[in-house]
């Protein structure tokens, strides 16, 4: 019954993807991003998110260090923009010492809440008032990254395994699928998470369920250091490129991929689906750029008449176009190892162990413990004399 299951929704995938690329070539659009306005101030801006409303909000880093980027030191915060990018709060959620926010990056909104990642645990603000947050640990060692949502659970991708992690917002068990290695951003469409691999320089798209191992769109030779995807309204996806200091389309066929813009050092992107605004983190320039996303409809390709009386040479499927850049070679490394498909079921699967970590992460900086929130934690010393709020 179980292979029987399997079969059937690979099956539905296949021709779910068939059929979209059948209609896309009568109704997907190409896209355009016009940088519109630059926001200043931000502290090593990492992740940009947006409500249903438009409004808009940036994890901040807050540190100049080497491997900054996994410091536990408290000095993380997140920044809150009005609709269309006005600044209203830049430290709107910041470290206290009952709930302290070491290096925020990718978040997500589920029930009025705000969920953020932040090295090895997710801390969950509600909107309405972030000094209630609250403090989800997972296991020691991880590495996340981004956060992402079906609906009803939170998706959060490791940088250090092959897993994404699944969490239960009401009852917050934790469970987890098999996800490619050096696992970035990630983004929830049409019944599958997309997510970027760095060290394999590909798109993936994973079953949320974990039925079949991730399934690569083939797409490496267009990217460098793909850290972040968001999907537009077509179903487009749209990846922000970090080594390559790029904004690059992928078309809902998952064929057709052209560069939509350039821009430095870009972090986790954050769309505002009503108004078509793209909020792209500059984390070296401590600036968030905003792009105005259009849409321009593309007519069907004509097929023309034949000048010859030569028979037609027979049908070539057709490839991806040549890639706008020359990218280097992904790196070598052992390819993911799929999690095993048991007859236990995948969010079933017990927490007891912390996954392998994988060869080409190895050598990421060790973590100092985080503790929980029933342990309150003062400010480092250093942060002990700032005016809270007012920054």
Partial sequence: MRNLKLSAWVTVSILAAVLAGCQGSKTVSEWSAEPVRTLSGFNVPMAALVDRDGTVYVSNIQSDQENGFWNADAAGFVSRLAPGGQLEDLHWADSNPSLFLNAPKGMCILDGQLYVADINRIVRYPLGDPNQGQDISLEPGRTLVDVTTDGKRIFVSDNSSLRLYRIDPKTLQLSWVTAPAHVAGITY????????????????????????????????????????????????????????????????????????????????????AKRNLLYVPQIKANQVRIFQLSAHPMSEPQEQPQESAEPAPPHQPPSAPPPTAAFPSSPSAPAPTPAPLSSQPANLRPMTSAPPIHPAVATAPALRPTPVLSTPIPLPEDESTREMGKH
């Fill in 189 to 272: 469409y049409d019944g599958a998470v997309y997510a970027s691999s760095i060290q394999d320089h590909e798109i993936y798209r994973i079953d949320p369920e974990g039925r079949i191992p991730p399934v690569p769109l083939g797409l490496a030779n267009y990217f460098q250091q793909p850290c972040s995807i968001v999907v537009l309204s077509d179903g487009t996806l749209v990846v922000a490129d970090y080594d390559a200091g790029s904004l690059m389309s992928i078309a809902p066929d998952r064929i057709r991929v052209a560069e939509l813009g350039k821009v430095d050092s870009p972090g986790i992107l954050g769309l505002d």
